[in-house]
């Protein structure tokens, strides 16, 4: 098809093509096109096949109003043609046809519709039961719109931003436009969001004059200009609001032209005020097949022509309710598209200056008229029916322009909790109480003059700038009187359906539902909007309900021979616009965090896995049971890092009694130079951390938690001395510092050569804290700890010298062939300690007393300012309680998997942890265990899947398991 | 997020910041050996009468101040600024 060239209105650069494809034929476009405008111009009609009936559809709209032109596009189901602009290489797919989209196999589903009255799907194959599984699935292979593949991977860039503004103004027409102007010129921050490409709206595509000399195109580029000029207006074009909550909160998406570092991207604007100019679409004519191929809305064929330079068809009749609909005839016909007539839904009322226009023009002006019927799978003739007569006469035609007038886009003031009513003399529902810090302005309003447009803006702009305390109430006072003196909403049609039967007269496209359906629905006693929406399936398609929104409000008030004026139109929900669940998404946001000595554990073979927030090295060969790891802890040297502990620094005069809040222990009694080991419970009395506690000056502790509380323990504090007004102070040192574990027989001798600082066992033993340096340079806090269960010294020096001092443990321990060992080591290291893990050997009931630490808590400390020692108290005696045992296998060989349960004739409680311990050479392990199996000697049955039903058994022995005197650990 | 906060500290901020911590229901009981269903009422009841609610929340991403203000549960709006200074 021939583009118009040199139209001033044209947004296609038509020297430059672009190739894809449609139904693997290879199609050409231009920049510029849409993918709908594309396969236009290719020749394509019939773009998709219809929901229930197979019927063929084709362009209707340009703004994604109907499921019409959804096509697949690269794989992905279900992408509205209208609204997506045409790139290099797209391979496009019809959706729902079995066949060819002309020739479909299933069309003859078309002749069927007797047998689909509304809610079949609810009321008809279900007797006898048996048949409806099978019914299920014969209708759904038959019904539906585009379809995934279930291993689709969605591909693009996603991004997100979240800015603030003064002022947001949805849409970017005129109305739009002069709002952000007025705002923006007191200096305000203002955003504009328009979902085409570009700026302008209902001025950007028309020819008509704006003021003498100046067509409306031209006045249009003339406000983009000024609104793209302006220092404090962000523009986001190619971006559909799709939501509105309380603090005006403004969601929208937008996708990213060639140039933009994203595909699509979430907008959350958090505005001062909102303004929305969102305009008017088209409200559909409801005749038989009014959405046939070769049916279009009028705006759709003026901007096809104007904007994307393609003339729709040869020979058009145009049934319309508005003078828009006349202006679209008469520039259509200069470009070169013969009409035969238009009808006019309304009897007078039009615009004398078109209409003697059209008489110049020789065209045939009906007044009065409507089309009621069109023939042929694409349209071949149309039928026009006078409203009074009802005399019928039938016009050859391959375009049916048909539209009942307009209808204003009301889902964002909607979704804006605005109270929306029926005006008679529009036709239209039209905002009648707007939320505080809302406006609404513009063809919205029911304006159709050109100059009022415009100062509406001005007056919702200056209005929403007041909300923002700036003072502009004479300019708003100027611009009202302005609006006042020029022309008001124009007298709409309100024609809501042809003389018809309504058979195929459709009122939702997307769900194939016809006015024959509604009555249907009507019928059976569904008289509430909503109802009829939900029974009927109109308006619950993809486009939600762009099409039948207000149609179908309106149809039902008059079928109850109701005033339109009670009607409410379905509610609207969002997102207003389908939005992929991968732009909600957004960006891969997955961070994690790693150790100073993540590189050195990786060169040492370390295999690296994400536990918690960090990437962590879990085992140091491929051997899963680190049998060569253990080994050379428990008879020589390992070294782990252990950077993600949880690390606290805590001061001022009140610390201890912060410490004393939320530590068990009595943490008065910590001695300089002695490690403290306490543990955390919450209200309930259940253990949430534990860790150790020392104290370096007057006043000034620090301590350490597990990784997992590293991140609550500062709110932790807090919160549980948000009444007391304590004096302290805490700095959150986790990442500041590191740790290394150092741990096995041979552990002093390597720290002996990196240390002048005397760590002799009588010096420094266990359970000591010293702080020393290493080759006079590094600042070490040292612990004798012995969480392993050997000699062990835990070094926590600044995260900057971590790699040093990682590089010189490796250098000194060379000689005794010191090895790193990783996290799953530690935890068969650990358990044949019997030392536990919160989180592991512990869930969400289990308290202090049950993990059997109950020696941990000083009863002597005032219960009420200790927090979870009152609930300890009430739950200490408590029966029936899980309590922490350590058992062993009685086959030596096998091992139940963690979390494997412990039964009798109920579940009695599950398996923490159990391993092959190389040490031991038999499997042990730990169970939380309900109390009647708690005592030594009871026997665990253990069930778990891959059992084969031959119950696993178990005896409860005492713990710990390994070193039961300690006397490694104190070496 | 649709709600905003005002911390004492930064001003007026995203809801998304802020951590919940329960309505104000008053310091700790000062009862060294409550009755567990009194202590239970403490820990884990509160009248969430829809309205106007005091309640604590933490500014987890921003200054980590705890404080408390005052919301319409209904409308999920703060209804007044907390007090500048605590």
């Keep these: 098809m021939n583009r118009l060239d040199g139209l001033p209105t044209c947004r296609i650069d038509s020297s430059r093509k672009i190739e894809f494809s449609w139904q693997n034929r290879r199609f050409t476009g231009v920049a510029g096109d849409t993918v709908a405008t594309a396969l236009y111009a290719g020749g394509v009609r019939i773009f998709s096949r219809s929901l229930k009936y197979h019927r063929p559809r084709g362009l209707y709209s340009l703004d994604g109003e109907s499921s019409n032109t959804c096509v697949g596009i690269d794989g992905i189901p279900n992408v509205s043609a209208e609204n997506t602009v045409l790139k290099e ?15 479909d196999l299933m069309g003859f589903l078309d002749k069927l519709d007797w047998a689909m009255p509304a809610g079949f799907y609810y009321r008809t194959m279900h007797r006898p039961a048996a048949v409806w599984p099978i019914a299920l699935k014969q209708v759904r292979k038959m019904a539906g719109l585009g379809k995934i593949s279930p291993d689709f991977q969605m591909p693009g860039r996603f991004d997100e931003i979240y800015p603030t503004a003064d002022v947001c103004v949805i849409g970017g027409g005129p109305a739009g436009l002069s709002a952000a102007l007025a705002a923006a010129g007191t200096g305000l921050r203002v955003i504009v969001m328009e979902s085409r490409p570009w700026l302008g709206g209902f001025f950007d595509f028309r020819v008509c004059e704006y003021r003498p000399g100046l067509p409306l195109y031209e006045r249009a580029a003339e406000l983009a200009a000024q609104v793209e000029k302006a220092a404090n207006i962000q523009v986001f074009k190619n971006t559909a609001m799709v939501g509105a909550y309380s603090n005006n909160l403004i969601t929208a998406f937008q996708k990213g032209e060639a140039d933009d570092p994203f595909d699509e991207r979430y907008i959350e604007v958090r505005a001062k005020s909102v303004v929305v100019a969102t305009g008017c679409m088209e409200r559909p004519l409801l005749f038989e097949n009014n959405e046939r191929p070769g049916v279009m809305q009028a705006a759709c064929a003026h901007r096809l022509a104007h904007t994307y330079g393609l003339v729709a068809g040869q020979k058009a009749v145009f049934s319309i309710g508005h003078d828009l609909g006349i202006e679209a ?137 007041l909300d923002c305390g700036v003072s502009v109430e004479e300019g708003l006072r100027q611009a009202r009187e302005k609006l006042d003196s020029l022309a008001g909403p124009a007298k709409g049609c309100d024609l809501v359906m042809a003389p018809v039967k309504g058979r195929k007269a459709f009122i939702c496209f997307d769900e194939d539902t016809t006015v024959k359906n509604i009555k249907q629905t009507l019928a059976m006693g569904f008289d509430a909007t909503e109802l009829i929406k939900r029974f009927s399936a109109a308006g619950t398609g993809p486009a939600q309900g762009a099409i039948p929104g207000h149609n179908l409000a309106l149809f039902v008030a008059r079928y109850h021979g109701r005033s339109s004026a009670i009607t409410q139109p379905t509610t609207v929900r969002d997102p207003l616009v389908p939005v992929h669940i991968a732009t909600y998404a957004g960006a891969y946001h997955d961070m994690c965090k790693r150790t100073p000595m993540h590189d050195a554990q990786k060169t040492a073979g370390g295999i690296m896995q994400r536990i918690g927030v960090w990437k962590r090295a879990r085992y140091f060969s491929s ?130 050569k990196l240390t002048e600082a005397d760590i002799t066992n009588s010096a420094f033993a266990y359970g000591g804290f010293c702080e020393f340096k290493i080759k006079n340079t590094i600042p070490v806090r040292a612990m004798r700890l012995g969480f392993v269960g050997e000699l062990s010294f835990e070094l926590h020096v600044p995260s900057s010298y971590m790699q040093s001092l990682w590089a010189m443990l490796e250098e000194a321990g060379r000689p005794f062939n010191i090895q790193p060992f990783g996290l799953e080591a530690q935890n068969v290291l650990r358990m044949e300690k019997g030392h536990l893990i919160i989180g592991s050997e512990s869930e969400q009931r289990t308290t202090l007393n049950d993990v059997g630490l109950s020696f941990l808590w000083d009863r002597s400390k005032s219960k009420a300012g200790t927090v979870g020692a009152v609930a300890l108290m009430h739950t200490e005696k408590q029966e029936g309680r899980l309590k922490l045992v350590g058992f062993k296998m009685d086959n030596a060989q096998r091992a139940p998997r963690d979390g494997s349960i412990v039964v009798d004739q109920n579940v009695c409680g599950h398996v923490c942890i159990a391993r092959y311990s190389t040490t031991l050479k038999e499997v042990i392990g730990m169970a939380l265990v309900k109390d009647h199996l708690a005592g030594e000697g009871a026997q665990l049955d253990i069930y778990e899947d891959e059992c084969n039903g031959q119950l696993m058994h178990a005896h409860v022995v005492k713990m710990p398991f390994y070193d039961v005197k300690g006397e490694r650990l104190s070496m | 997020m649709a709600l905003t906060l005002t911390c004492p500290i930064c001003g007026e901020r995203n809801g998304y910041e802020f951590r919940y911590g329960g309505e104000d229901k008053g310091p700790r009981p000062r009862a060294e050996d409550p009755a567990p269903g009194h202590w239970c009422e403490y820990v884990h009841m509160s009248p969430c009468v829809a309205g106007i609610r005091k309640e604590w929340w933490y500014h987890k991403d921003g200054c980590g101040v705890w404080f408390t203000t005052e919301r319409d549960t209904t409308t999920s709006l703060e209804v007044k600024q907390p007090e500048k200074t605590r």
């Excluded at chain 1, 290489?89 to 020739?103: D, F, S």
């Excluded at chain 1, 009395?685 to 609550?712: L, M, P």
């Design chain 1, 89 to 103: 290489g797209m391979q496009v797919r019809a959706q729902n046809v079995m066949g060819t989209p002309r020739l």
């Design chain 1, 623 to 752: 051997d899963t049971a680190c049998t060569a790891e253990i080994e050379n802890v428990r008879n020589n040297v390992g070294m782990l890092d252990a950077t993600t502990l949880g690390k606290f620094r805590i001061w001022g005069p009140d610390a201890v009694k912060a410490l004393q809040r939320v530590y068990i222990s009595d943490m008065s009694k910590i001695r300089e130079g002695r490690i403290k080991y306490s543990a955390m419970c919450n209200e309930d009395g259940c253990i949430i951390d534990d860790g150790v506690v020392v104290k370096r000056g007057e006043n000034d502790y620090y301590f350490t938690t597990s990784t997992a509380r590293a991140g609550q323990t500062v709110e932790w504090f807090r919160y549980h001395s948000r009444y007391d007004n304590w004096d302290f102070n805490m700095v959150n040192l986790t990442d500041a510092y590191g740790v290394i574990n150092l741990a096995g027989p041979n552990a002093r001798k390597v720290l002996e």
């Design chain 1, 329 to 465: 005839a008469i520039d259509l016909f200069d470009l070169g598209l013969e009409v035969s007539c238009v009808a006019d839904i309304r009897k007078e009322g039009q615009d004398r200056e078109l209409v003697e226009k059209l008489a110049e023009r020789g065209i045939d002006f009906l007044p009065g008229w409507t089309a009621v019927d069109c023939s042929g799978k694409t349209v071949k003739s149309a039928r026009l029916c006078n409203l009074d007569t009802y005399v019928q006469e039938q016009f050859e035609c391959d375009l049916l322009v048909a539209s009942a007038g307009m209808t204003p886009v009301t889902g964002p003031l909607c979704l804006a909790q605005a109270k929306m009513a029926y005006d008679a003399h529009t036709g239209y529902f039209l905002p009648r109480q707007l939320p505080a810090r809302v406006h609404a302005c513009g063809r919205l309003l029911g304006l159709n003059d050109a100059a009022a447009i415009e100062v509406s803006g001005q007056v919702a702009g200056y209005s929403a700038t």
